[in-house]
T-cell receptor, first 114, second 113 residues
Framework: EAGVTQSPTHLIKTRGQQATLRCSPISGHTSVYWYQQALGLGLQFLLWYDEGEERNRGNFPPRFSGRQFPNYSSELNVNALELEDSALYLC?????????????FGDGTRLSIL | DAKTTQPTSMDCAEGRAANLPCNHSTISGNEYVYWYRQIHSQGPQYIIHGLKNNETNEMASLIITEDRKSSTLILPHATLRDTAVYYCIVRGNSGGGADGLTFGKGTHLIIQP
């Protein structure tokens, strides 16, 4: 069974540009989660999508947005990039449900802002 | 979700059992205990989770105390590849669905040859 896949592996942008990160969940999973892991800050929850809808978001500004497609894959868009957006962006997927459904992570996209 | 407390770092000899403790004294009745690990520059790897009973899978065992205020993750025969940061996470089961996991600083487990 294929795991969560993310692309690209690395992405280099400059301040003010936009970045688009992509995620394909495990087959059968309908929920997709996005996390940011910045140096020294640990993993922070960004967004949760299920059945094409945004269900919850963490404490991030609106320039972090995304969407989920009918095949359950997802995009994370970051507009007006700032230097502090440099981080590893992780995607996870799970079956829809509550606390009894583990999230499985991909290996992330490393976004570097110059 | 309840807060967890873990030691910052631990050492274990290769081939021995690694026992990683976690305190979650404010856990509520419908919250699960999850364990993940992260090896440098990779995504977190799900290990195991439980509610009340002890759990075992091919990777590890999870022992939850009867009052549910603490738990221990056991890696039965540690190898060098088990060197990683281990996260203990308490996650609610609120009606209507799931939400993001709250990662703390975790325990840096170092397996010594």
């Amino acid at each position: 069974e294929a795991g969560v896949t993310q692309s690209p592996t690395h992405l280099i942008k400059t301040r003010g540009q936009q970045a688009t990160l992509r995620c394909s969940p495990i087959s059968g999973h309908t929920s997709v989660y996005w996390y940011q892991q910045a140096l020294g800050l640990g993993l922070q929850f960004l967004l949760w999508y299920d059945e094409g809808e945004e269900r919850n978001r963490g404490n991030f500004p609106p320039r972090f947005s995304g969407r989920q497609f009918p095949n359950y894959s997802s995009e994370l868009n970051v507009n007006a990039l700032e230097l502090e957006d440099s981080a590893l962006y992780l995607c996870a997927s799970s079956f829809y449900g509550g606390g009894n459904q583990p999230q499985h992570f991909g290996d992330g996209t490393r976004l570097s802002i110059l | 979700d309840a807060k967890t407390t873990q030691p910052t770092s631990m050492d274990c000899a290769e081939g021995r059992a690694a026992n990683l403790p976690c305190n979650h004294s404010t856990i509520s009745g419908n919250e699960y205990v999850y364990w993940y690990r992260q090896i440098h520059s990779q995504g977190p790897q799900y290990i195991i989770h439980g509610l009340k009973n002890n759990e075992t899978n091919e990777m590890a065992s999870l022992i939850i105390t009867e009052d549910r205020k603490s738990s221990t993750l056991i890696l039965p025969h540690a190898t060098l590849r088990d060197t990683a940061v281990y996260y203990c996470i308490v996650r609610g089961n609120s009606g209507g669905g799931a939400d993001g996991l709250t990662f703390g600083k975790g325990t840096h487990l170092i397996i010594q040859p």
